[in-house]
Nanobody
Framework: QAQVVESGGGSVQTGGALRLSCATS????????MRWYRQAPGKEREFVSS???????NYADSVKGRFTISQDNAKNTVHLQMNSLKPEDTAMYFC??????????????WGQGTQVIVSS
């Protein structure tokens, strides 16, 4: 039973846009820590963006001004709007969700990833 599920990947041309979504069925006793990472072939996984407690956002320098992260609290979903895409954005994008248990210890869960391909 998948607890973190990404969607929205696909193939676009340079300058195009995609919107990734990540839905979770994991309950939390504190605000979610929702993050996006990506991994290009032959490279290490890298941080892209995060949103904490629905309002504290952070972005990698490489995506600032082009990507926007947002959270839909009603649906326990995080979105990543990606505009002005470049070939170097091509990667598998992974969602990572941090949720708290009764003791408020935060545990992180990964999704399976969604592929983004940007062609020149």
């Amino acid at each position: 039973q998948a607890q973190v599920v990404e969607s929205g990947g696909g193939s676009v041309q340079t300058g195009g846009a995609l919107r990734l979504s990540c839905a979770t069925s994991i309950h939390t006793r504190c605000g979610y820590d929702m993050r996006w990472y990506r991994q290009a072939p032959g490279k290490e996984r890298e941080f892209v963006s995060s949103i904490l407690n629905s309002d504290i956002t952070n972005y990698a320098d490489s995506v600032k001004g082009r990507f926007t992260i947002s959270q839909d609290n009603a649906k326990n979903t995080v979105h990543l709007q990606m505009n002005s895409l470049k070939p170097e954005d091509t990667a598998m994008y992974f969602c990572k969700i941090g949720a708290c248990d009764v003791g408020l210890t935060r545990t992180y869960y990964w999704g399976q990833g969604t592929q983004v391909i940007v062609s020149s």
